[in-house]
């Protein structure tokens, strides 16, 4: 039987362990050794300033900004105002509050809890902003040009973005610049919250940046784009549950931070490298 997931327990150890999640499985798909850790509670990387940012704006549409703020005193300069970064966060929430459709997109049922399980694994998500039938319709009453994307719709699903700006991000996978919603794996995210919401709802961005002044968009992640990242992640997901569950040893990417910090030298490498051969000298 497994737990119940709550707003409460939602990141708690023993719901990481049991549920994967959309952060889960992109930490897995970077190096499966680190996300292990991380489920395990061995490996802790600290929320950085801007990710601070983003959960700012995240907490004020949630309604949860008074408790944002006391957990986090840092934020505050000594005279009790915000300190300049954070100054920035209402900056952004300012610019999306003073825009029709950004504020229609995130007025859905907030931090939505739902589990379901893909290729057998159980999973769960966390919704921003669930539309329902009715707000879809209104959208597209005062704006016609949502029509294709939001018309025929039972509802939406909106997950909210606060990032640096929008642009192409330099992948080492792809070795060539892409655009942030593949580098961030938004589309494998969006995959995730369609499938788990169980609904095939259309998945859509809603973007503020921290640029001064920010920048908004809405995005809508096709549904065609968004089945096909759903048959990566049916193949990908039952190999991270069975490492999660002792069946399977974790490989290490030995590129990030976890795998710099513990490894352990048994051998001299040879230089110059075969060609072909993958190192970062
Ligand atoms: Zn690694």
């Known amino acids: 039987m497994l737990p119940a997931v709550t707003a409460a327990n939602y990141f708690d150890p023993d719901i990481e362990m049991a549920y994967m999640g959309s952060t889960q499985v992109k930490s897995f798909m970077a ?3 680190a996300a292990m850790a991380r ?3 061995r490996y802790r990387t600290p929320a950085s300033q801007s990710m601070l940012v983003g959960s700012y704006v995240d907490a004020y549409y949630s309604g949860e900004l008074p408790v944002f703020r006391a957990k986090h005193p840092q934020i505050f300069k000594r005279d009790g105002e915000l300190k300049a970064e954070f ?3 209402a900056d952004i929430i300012g610019r999306m509050e003073e825009d029709d459709l950004y504020t229609l997109m995130m007025a859905g049922q907030k931090q939505v809890i739902r589990t379901g399980e893909i290729a057998g694994v ?3 998500i966390k919704i ?3 539309l329902d039938a009715e707000t879809c319709r209104e959208v597209v009453r005062k704006f016609p040009k949502m029509a294709e994307a939001l018309g025929p719709c039972e509802g939406a699903i909106v997950d909210q973005k606060v990032m640096r700006d929008m ?7 792809e070795h060539q610049k892409v655009g942030f919603i593949q580098f961030w794996g938004y589309d494998i995210q969006g995959a995730i919250y369609q499938a788990v919401e169980g609904h095939m709802l259309p998945f859509f961005l809603a973007v503020g940046t921290r640029e001064e002044p920010p920048d908004l968009r809405v995005v809508w992640l096709q549904d065609k784009h968004l089945s096909e990242k759903l048959l990566e992640l049916e193949d990908m997901v039952p190999r991270f549950q069975a490492i999660k569950e002792g069946r399977e040893k974790p490989r290490r990417c030995e590129k990030c931070a976890w795998c710099r910090a513990t490894r352990r030298l048994d051998h001299a490498e040879y230089w110059p ?4 051969e993958d190192v970062a000298y």
């Open 31 to 33: 190096c499966e050794e």
């Open 39 to 41: 489920v395990q509670g």
């Open 87 to 89: 100054q920035r966060s």
């Open 122 to 124: 159980p999973f769960k």
């Open 128 to 130: 921003d902003s669930l």
């Open 167 to 173: 642009e192409n991000l330099w992948s080492e996978e």
């Open 273 to 276: 490298p075969e060609p072909g």
